[in-house]
């Protein structure tokens, strides 16, 4: 009898294990993570691309800047300090514009270990007369965030200076502008942002419009704003009067994303005609999983619900990673969904949004 049971143990047990076994666990093992993590930075790092203050590496310094807090290579926080003195530390020239604040995140991140004024110094100076100067409005720029990708750009790093500095003025009105562009922008049907008022304002064009008939919501421009709401509320005081409506719209946004992930676990330039394009994007996926990943780590989001949808995301995107180590398949530069991509195609923020989802993903 005993014999019999160890013959049993002995072969019906191991098969048990190995039908369990998923070849993509390797995707989740933190060593691995570390190690494609690195390699996409270090590739991005010696194929540089646009002005060192430009938002596009305002988005691939935030990622390095997670990279670095996860992997501890000591050669991203040599490329942050780089970058910042050969900026000088200064934000982007454009006074009121959101993209010339997104690298001033990772100054603060970097001021954060070093401890050095200089590196605060000139943002705390355009902020200044940011807030003393009225915003000049024409056209479709009505307020002064008109596009939904500002709202990565600015806040995060808005609301990291009140933090440091410990004055709320900088987070107040991060908070004002950011409650303009939501109530342009943020359609409460779809809880999604349009990109800007050319998607919002009614009419016969058939460019607002996708070939199946929906409205045009692109994915990058809502990973931006999911993955700024994730950098947000990472700084963001529990106790702030207006956090429940972030995290409520956190939420909203989370809980849809998820409803038109594809079976790839990637999401579609143009979400909500998957059809017209069928490849998955590294940048809105990037960030997408990001923030759901960011979500689940913190409370905000249901574990039970949103892993799966973070597991197929991750191995969906170590699937865009290509043999030297560059994130395809992100979509270039645009203000709609359509641009044509392939494994080539690379963007700076690609490799940002990648970065900041690993260094989440491996959390969990």
Known sequence: MYRSAYLFLLLFIPGILLQAKDPADKVFKPKEIKKVMTRAALWQLENPKHALHD????????????????????????????????????????????????ICQTYIDVYRLKKDPKM???????????????????????????????????????????????????????????????????????????????????????????????????????????????????????????????????REMAGKIVSIQQADGLWRASLLDPDSYPGGEASGSGFFTFALAWGINNGILDREKYLPAVRKAWIGLNGLIQPDGHVGWCQPIGADPRKNFSAESWEVYGTGAFLLAGSEVIKL
């Open 55 to 102: 938002w596009t590496n305002g988005a691939f310094y935030a990622g390095i800047s997670a990279a670095y807090r996860t992997t501890r290579d000591k050669a991203l926080l040599d490329a942050m300090i780089s970058m910042g003195e050969a900026n000088q530390w200064k934000p982007g020239p454009r006074l009121h514009h959101a993209d010339d604040h997104a």
């Open 120 to 250: 605060i110094n000139p943002f705390i100076e355009q902020m200044e007369k940011f807030l003393a100067t009225p915003y000049q409005t024409g056209g479709i720029r009505v307020i002064t965030w008109w596009w939904c990708d500002a709202l990565f750009m600015a806040p995060p790093a808005m609301v990291k200076l009140s933090m440091i500095t410990g004055d709320q003025k900088y987070m107040e009105k991060s908070n004002e502008l950011y409650r303009e562009c939501y109530n342009l922008l943020y359609n409460k049907e779809e809880h999604l942002f349009a990109r800007d008022l050319n998607y919002v304002i009614k009419g016969d064009s058939l460019d607002r419009y996708e070939a199946n008939g929906r409205k045009i919501f692109w994915s990058r421009g809502n990973g931006w704003v999911m993955g700024g709401l994730a950098l947000l509320l990472s700084e963001l005081p529990k106790d702030y009067p207006d956090r429940p409506f972030y995290e409520n719209l956190f």
